[in-house]
């Protein structure tokens, strides 16, 4: 009974967390930890830094055993039995670049899991963003259905007492119909955002997200120099290459500590069985060194490969720097331009619009105006604010657009 009462509780816990409004913080910090393409980097990552430990390594220590029946010895079985231990030994610069080659190439993998950090945040904070304008354009659609069921109504009581005509009631009806329709349209794409978003936060099943946060009205001014500054320290993409250019560099100082010998230390015994001579049997050991005979060909090949590798490395660190900048530039000129926008259509086109349908409600009530001219004004009341939610949403992306450019999670978190 008692775990009865512990599961139910549980279940209810789980529901009331569930329920829980999620902020756009708290949305953008459960990205980062449950993200299914971000733990598929966190592997990658990891098994790049695993591979420094093998390239670390020595070659792997080779155990032999053998036995041979000797041919024309003085007894019919005599047998030698032996057993070796050897160990190849690089020289020592060669390791030592290899692994400083592996270890810059993890950095340069740890660099681009943040890269994809800020491209799954600034995802996030669209998708997020997107069922707020959804829910948002819900809202909006029944209000708009509330207030064509209340023409509606108005005018069907209007003709029964033989004021106006059928003409209007019949309007009056459509609009209520198209109403309807866009409701239904508004839920679906609400729906439709919700689980886009849930499965960014790796819960595909999760379509009842409830937020916390709604489309901001104002947006702050940036400055482009100071973005320009932080692009520079900040963005993981440039970190990454930069990482990658030091690898390529050291993988060709690997290549050109290729042309030392290599070393290779065997230790063996020997037994004769029977042994006719006291020092038959022995202990003994090899040393030997190689040395590359084909340079020509193969060090040499790999001395240019690396070179060339190298090359296009550095050319490819300087165009994205260039690229950098040209995102930023343009991240920047959308932000500030559906900035604007956003600020006009709430503060200009939706109050104007607002101020007309409340005046032509008034005057629809006082017989100043006819249906057509109220239903004019409704309509363009509703696309004003249709049009300032859609601003605003293109504000939002443009910022998160100019966060992940920038290469932060956040202004507030600089």
Do not use: H
Not at 211 to 220: I, K, P, T
């Amino acid at each position: 009974m008692l775990k009865i009462r512990l599961c139910v509780l549980l279940l209810l816990w789980s529901a009331v967390a569930m329920s829980q409004p999620l902020s756009l913080r708290e949305a953008v910090e459960r990205a980062l930890k449950e993200n299914v393409t971000l733990k598929r980097q966190a592997e990658l990552q990891a098994s790049a830094e695993a591979r420094t430990l093998i390239t670390l390594s020595p070659e792997k220590t080779v155990v032999s055993y053998y036995i041979e029946d000797m041919l024309n010895s003085p007894t019919d079985n005599q047998v030698v039995r032996r057993w070796q231990i050897s160990q190849g030994l690089e020289f020592p610069l060669t390791t030592y670049y290899r692994v400083r080659a592996q270890s810059r190439f993890a950095a340069a993998v740890a660099s681009e899991t943040e890269e994809l950090k800020r491209q799954v945040s600034a995802q996030v904070r669209v998708a997020y963003m997107q069922v707020a304008f959804a829910a948002a354009l819900v809202r909006l659609s029944e209000e708009n259905r509330a207030v064509s069921q209340r023409f509606y109504e108005i005018s069907k009581r209007l003709f029964e007492v033989g004021e106006v005509s059928e003409l209007q009631v019949l309007r009056a009806q459509t609009e209520l119909v198209r109403a309807e329709n866009v409701v239904t349209q508004a839920e679906a794409q609400l729906t439709e955002s919700r689980r886009n978003l849930a499965l960014l936060l790796g819960n595909v099943a999760d379509t009842t997200l409830t937020l916390a946060d709604s489309l901001r009205e104002q947006f702050a001014k940036v400055d482009f120099q100071t973005l320009e500054q932080l692009a520079k320290q900040s963005r993981p993409l440039l970190k990454a290459l930069e990482a990658k250019q030091q690898a390529a560099e050291q993988a060709r100082a690997a290549a050109y500590s290729a042309l030392f010998p290599s070393l290779r230390l065997t230790v063996f015994q020997q037994r004769f069985t029977p042994a006719f001579n006291p020092n038959q049997n022995f202990y003994g050991g090899e040393i030997a060194l190689s040395v590359p005979l084909w340079f020509w060909l193969g060090e040499r090949g790999e001395i240019e490969e690396k070179s060339a590798l190298l090359r296009a490395q550095e050319y490819e660190v300087i165009f994205a720097m260039n690229q950098v900048e040209t995102e930023l530039r343009n991240a920047f000129t959308r932000y500030e331009s559906a900035r604007l926008q956003a600020q006009r259509a709430t503060e200009e086109e939706l109050a104007y619009a607002r101020r007309a349908f409340r005046a032509a409600e008034r005057q629809l009530q006082t017989g100043n105006i006819g249906y057509i001219e109220y239903l004019e004004v409704k309509r363009t009341y509703f696309e004003a604010e249709r049009n300032a939610l859609e601003k605003r949403l293109e504000a939002e992306r443009a910022f998160a657009e100019l966060l992940r450019t920038t290469g932060i999670l956040n202004f507030n978190d600089q």
